[in-house]
């Protein structure tokens, strides 16, 4: 019989945390939905083992050229390194896992406590 479940991804090293910072143009449909769609990413895939920071810059334009970013949104992994960059608003689901190097791995019970964190 098949696992009709998909599978649960997760670091590769269990408890290490990931850094992320998601940079976007003010309060527009495509910044919300980065940071609804990397929110729901994470919630799913690393088990509360995260904090997202979301630099908005227009609030802080300076920040674009200080950070190389160059188009927005932006997603930059910053841990675990090596750094990586995503440019979109994250709706392909697939595409921000791969781009991240998330890593599956069997499923978990769900248990996970949820505690990922949301910096604005």
Not at 6 to 16: I, L
Not at 20 to 42: D, F, P
Not at 79 to 103: A, F, H, Q, T
Request: hydrophobic share 35%; glycine share 10%.
């Amino acid at each position: 019989m098949m696992n009709k479940d998909p599978p649960s991804f997760a670091d590769p090293a269990d408890g290490e945390r990931w850094d992320l910072r998601l940079y976007v143009a003010g309060q527009t449909e495509k910044s919300i939905s980065a940071i609804n769609n990397l929110t729901r990413i994470c919630e799913e895939h690393l088990d509360g083992r995260y904090s997202i920071e979301v630099i908005d810059l227009v609030q802080q334009p300076r920040l674009a050229a200080e950070h190389q970013i160059l188009a927005l949104p932006t997603l930059v992994r910053r841990l675990p390194e090596p750094i990586r960059k995503i440019i979109g608003d994250l709706s392909n689901e697939e595409r921000v896992i791969i781009g991240l190097d998330v890593r599956p791995r069997g499923r978990t019970n769900g248990s996970g406590d949820g505690g990922g964190k949301v910096v604005c």
